[in-house]
């Protein structure tokens, strides 16, 4: 009898090695990267939205970039670079704390595709414990979660909303000093 694909929703489900996992995480990923996209256009902040468009593909360039050839260029680690100093230049006094994963739909989204990113970067890393990985992957995805989280404190600041710091209790900060 002929395997029907309708059964099937990854040929590569049943493999052992982690490359699978890392596979799957980096698609939730770009789906999370969809989603955000989806909550900035309702927003109407066009720089992000834009944004977003040209990362939706490279979510996927870096999944495949494992099992198949490397997709993942110093060019494209360049234009993310520089992304990231845009957006940290409008929200730098906002980031000097941790802040909670709170504000608009867009921001939230964006917050929960920070998460992804680190959970993509997390497999790879067991990926690596397997097989070479090439470095710009991992660069990447750091990268990437860190974008993720400064264009989310950037879409609250368009909305007027304001950060809410989290203060831990497991690890004390030390106190700024009166008088420096």
């Known amino acids: 009898m002929k395997k029907d694909a309708r059964y099937s929703c990854y040929p590569f489900m ?3 090695a982690s490359t699978v996992d890392f596979e799957i995480r980096t698609d939730s990923l770009t789906t999370h990267i969809g989603v955000a996209l989806a909550a900035v256009k309702k927003e109407t902040v066009e720089v992000v939205a834009d944004d977003l468009l040209a990362i ?3 979510a996927y360039h870096v999944n495949g970039s494992v099992r198949g050839k490397l ?3 110093e060019d494209d680690l360049t234009w993310l670079s520089d992304r990231y100093d845009f957006y940290v230049s409008h929200v730098k006094d906002e980031i000097q704390n941790f802040v909670l994963p709170q504000g608009t739909g867009a ?3 964006l917050h929960l595709c920070r998460s992804e990113a680190k959970k993509s970067y997390r497999v790879l890393h067991k990926v690596s414990e397997e ?3 090439p470095a710009i992957l991992f660069d990447y995805l750091g990268l990437l979660a860190n974008v993720f989280f400064v264009m989310a404190v950037y879409m609250n600041q368009y909305a007027g909303i304001a950060e809410i710091p989290f203060i831990s209790k497991s690890y004390p900060m ?3 000093k009166e008088n420096q």
């Open 14 to 16: 049943r493999e052992k």
């Open 56 to 58: 939706l593909p490279m």
């Open 71 to 73: 997709a993942v260029t």
């Open 107 to 109: 921001a939230t989204a």
């Open 131 to 133: 097989r070479e990985v």
């Open 174 to 176: 030390k106190k700024k």
